[in-house]
């Protein structure tokens, strides 16, 4: 049979265009899903466990501009819990982290991450994944469909007036046979073909990338039960009404300590001062009224003086 009679058949061009067209689709949403999970992976790795509380307003502003996986991150940082730390300043400027808390530490969150960053989420939401699903199905069934069509034209050209227009018919239809026969094996052979392709290239562009996200927000985020939390900040709640209760028992003596202390190194002197100033004054009185005694004329005016 002529081989660019079968490639210029309607049913076989429509089977290798439908399949060039949903393999280029499908190629094309893996790759762009791919770019995107790498970007995502290429940003978290920029963070880490122990930093992370400290840089958590840096990292919610960057990643609420990356509207590919906003809506997954509105969802999560809902679940997320914060243990109190204190910043202790070194000599030279930088600071370093104490955690409050032993057992509670940085950011966690009461939720699975892969429950918000799963496969549905981040990849098969990211396309039209029922029509990929569906290119199989749709290939195999076009090819009982248009050998089934070839065979019903085929028979309909048949023509048995005259013995010559019988072979030719013959002829015709033998080779519309052919056509109609190569229409299902295309369609199978293409089905075959991309349901290969199809998994290979989603196990690599896809699935891969999303099991590095998945690992890193575990490694970022310590997983906790909501229980555990609650019991864990009734421990510190505990640990913290105790030293309080302690502080308040020592703060009346250390409040006296603290004020003789003050008064004998502050006041003290001040009063001593003030007395010496004051006996001083009366000596001074005493010694006038003498001289004032001596001599009469001025003795009344000392009295009236003081």
């Known amino acids: 049979m002529d081989l ?11 089977i290798i265009a439908t399949f060039v067209s949903i393999s280029f689709y499908t190629y094309k949403q893996y790759t762009n899903v791919n770019s995107n999970l790498l970007w ?10 122990t930093d992370l509380s400290f840089r958590f307003g840096e990292f919610d502003a960057a990643i609420s501009k990356f509207r590919y996986v906003l809506s997954s991150w509105l969802e999560f940082k809902n679940t997320l819990v914060f243990s109190e730390s204190i910043a202790i300043k070194k000599q030279d400027g930088n600071a370093s982290y104490q955690n409050v808390s032993k ?18 989420s981040l990849v098969t939401s990211k396309y039209n994944s029922k029509l990929i699903a569906a290119a199989p199905t749709l290939l195999t069934g076009m ?31 033998m080779s519309g046979m052919q056509i109609a026969a190569l229409c299902s094996v295309l369609a199978v052979s293409f089905s075959l073909v991309f349901i290969l392709v199809e998994k290979l290239s989603y196990n690599k562009l896809c699935k891969l990338p999303l099991n590095s996200v998945q690992e ?5 985020f310590d997983n906790t039960s909501s229980e555990k939390f609650l019991i864990e900040l009734l421990k510190e709640t505990k640990v913290q009404n105790s030293n309080l209760t302690g502080l308040l028992g020592v703060l009346p003596e250390k409040f006296k300590v603290s004020f003789e202390n003050s008064m004998t190194k502050s006041v003290t002197p001040y009063l001593e001062n003030i007395l010496y100033g004051i006996n001083t004054l009366n000596d001074s009185i005493k010694n006038l009224k003498i001289i004032a005694q001596k001599n009469n004329d001025g003795g009344d005016i000392v009295d009236k003086l003081f």
């Open 103 to 120: 057992s509670v530490a940085n950011v966690q969150t009461t939720v699975d991450p892969i429950y918000f960053f799963n496969e549905d």
């Open 143 to 173: 090819g009982p469909l248009f050998t089934f069509l070839n065979i019903a034209i085929a028979f309909t050209k048949v023509d048995f007036a005259t013995q010559d227009s019988t072979i030719a018919s013959v002829s015709n239809l």
């Open 216 to 220: 890193l927000l575990y490694s970022l």
């Open 40 to 49: 995502f992976i290429k940003f978290l790795k920029d963070y880490k466990k």
């Open 4 to 14: 660019l009679k079968i490639i210029t058949d309607p049913a076989i061009l429509i």
